[in-house]
């Protein structure tokens, strides 16, 4: 009997937004981390085109990568996009200088005001499909946040709206306010911290994209990695990725790179087919 866990390859956002399971994180386009204009500018925007030549149809972005220089990038590599492409951008945080600590929260409603429009205007669009507030900030009331966005949807600017770095109670707020579409946490096979939201946005139909999806773990843990990768004789990173399409359902994994030659890569764990004894052994990492 065949025991070969088949991966879906389509989720849709908001029940009618189809994305391959598999995107692109454009944090990694400029120069690193994620602050200044990249060194070699045509080798990014070729980067970006082969994105969408291997068929990734959801780009990952956000204003303060760069800052503004990833939308910027996006836009002139690919616009105007084809027709299945599927860009989401965040907004909510401050960049003065390279992250963390050159980053501050603001969830006002006038800087996401601003931060909208200025994703509007650099990736050269009308409506974003996909925007996510990257966090929530605590030194504003969480519902006037979530007022203001839920304002611009009805206005038309964004089509469908997510979350960053939160927990099921906080979706849960935002839920009174605006169908929450998408939640970006850090998750990969090794930090699986966010369990539970992954849970609850599978209930409820979200879609989980999980930031630092590759990760990195302890010796031990790379050790059944590799094993796993030895007998489907690839790397260790296509594993990691694959295990995360094979987890669950309703996640999109969005793996970043500045190297063509990573990005192929990258993209060929989507093809991977990892079996039942796979995924009992990578599994257990969780309990060591």
């Not at 907004?91 to 501050?104: A, I, M, N, Y």
Request: hydrophobic content about 45%; charged content about 20%; overall charge negative.
């Amino acid at each position: 009997m065949d025991n070969t866990l088949l991966v879906n390859t389509t989720f849709s956002l908001g029940g009618n937004l189809p994305i391959n399971r598999l995107g692109f994180g454009a944090m990694r386009i400029m120069a690193q981390p994620a602050w200044g204009q990249p060194a070699d500018r045509p080798a990014m925007l070729a980067l970006l085109r082969r994105v969408v030549e291997l068929g990734v149809t959801f780009i990952d972005t956000a204003d303060m990568y760069g800052p503004f220089i990833s939308e910027e990038l996006i836009a002139e590599a690919l616009h105007p996009y084809a027709a299945e492409l599927v860009i989401g951008t965040k907004g909510g945080c401050v960049s003065f200088g390279p992250p963390p600590e050159g980053v501050l929260l603001d969830g006002t409603p006038q800087h996401l005001h601003d931060a909208l429009h200025g994703s509007l205007r650099r990736l050269k669009l009308e409506q974003i499909a996909l925007y996510q507030l990257h966090r929530i900030d605590p030194r504003v009331p969480a519902e006037r946040t979530f007022t203001f966005l839920a304002d611009a949807q009805q206005k038309g600017l964004v089509r469908h709206l997510g979350l960053s770095e939160v927990s099921v109670e906080d979706i849960k707020l935002a839920q009174q306010h605006f169908p929450v579409v998408s939640v970006q946490n850090r998750y990969s096979l090794f930090d699986r911290a966010s369990e539970p939201v992954l849970d609850y946005c599978r209930e409820q139909g979200i879609a989980f994209i999980p930031w630092f999806p590759i990760g990195g773990g302890m010796v031990q843990d790379m050790t059944i990695v590799e094993q796993v990768a030895a007998r489907h004789q690839v790397p260790a990173r296509q594993v990691a990725l694959s295990w995360l399409l094979h987890h669950a359902p309703n996640i999109v994994p969005i793996p970043g790179t500045g190297s063509i030659a990573h990005l192929e890569e990258n993209v060929r764990a989507a093809s991977l087919q990892l079996t039942a004894q796979d995924m009992q052994e990578l599994d257990s990492l969780r309990k060591q």
